[in-house]
């Protein structure tokens, strides 16, 4: 299936996605780095990266929503894109708790216990693009039978 969403000819989803999930994989790192007794101002980097992330994760999706409304229904297209859809909005639902407990502490930097639902999170975002990726690279056959129709928008 091809992206309705393209800039000179690229598709935008598989661009947006790669944002939040370096953002927060240096929000991981940035308090792996202030736990291990770093400078303060990491844990206000984290901070700030989970903020970037999510924000660059709600564009990710809604590019991919886009893309999977043309998708016809009843397909096994659908229903993958759909579950990999739940997936990563589970990851950024993760991500936006973690950013409101943050809220509550002085510096808005993490424990260990937060840090240690931080990298689960992160995991999941690394399964979902991961994912995503076999979906586009191995198993195009699939969504190119689940083309959208002949439809003119």
Known sequence: MESRLRIAGQAVQPVLVMFPLGLFSMAVLFDVADLLGGPAI???LAYWNIVAGLV???LAALAGAVDLMFVPNGTAAKRIGVLQSLANMGVLILFA???MLRMRTPDRVAGGGLLAVEMLALAGAVFGAWYGGELVNRRAA???RARAGNRSY
């Open 97 to 99: 708790v973690i950013l």
């Open 42 to 44: 990491l844990g206000a």
């Open 142 to 144: 699939t969504f190119a």
């Open 56 to 58: 660059g994760g709600v």
